[in-house]
């Protein structure tokens, strides 16, 4: 069975950091890109950043760049999200989620989804 958990949301004040962990099990870690995607309430998902297997390749979009960092640790099959900087409109739960392609903003490329993390940073 195929598990991704994340933990590390909470409330922050603006300006200031996160760090969000995804713990994976159930699936050869290594090989999978993983990705971090965000829904605010009553907007649509929102991709945010991914990392290829071996984390030589990441990609995110300009919103994030330079306030967001991905990283993995593949043996500790977990993914990480360090947010910094963190502005009001960054409030959102944050989702992990696992693909066999490359590093995507599409998210119908990923698999396998995690519950959901709650950051909500206040102004």
């Known amino acids: 069975q195929v598990q991704l958990v994340e933990s590390g949301g909470g409330l922050v004040q603006a300006g200031g950091s996160l760090g969000l962990s995804c713990v994976v099990s159930?699936?050869?870690?290594?090989?999978?890109?993983m990705g971090w995607f965000r829904q605010a309430s009553g907007k649509e998902r929102e991709f945010v950043s991914a990392?290829?297997?071996?984390?030589?390749?990441?990609a995110s979009p300009d919103s994030v760049k330079g306030r967001f960092t991905i990283s993995r640790d593949n043996g500790k099959n977990t993914v990480y999200l360090r947010m910094n900087s963190l502005k009001p409109e960054d409030t959102a739960v944050y989702y992990c989620?696992?693909?066999?392609?490359?590093?995507?903003?599409?998210?119908?490329?990923?698999?396998?989804w995690g519950q959901g993390t709650q950051v909500t940073v206040s102004s």
């Open positions: 989620a696992a693909s066999t392609m490359g590093p995507s903003s599409a998210d119908y490329r990923y698999s396998y």
């Open positions: 159930g699936l050869p870690f290594s090989v999978y890109t």
């Open positions: 990392i290829s297997g071996r984390g030589g390749t990441t």
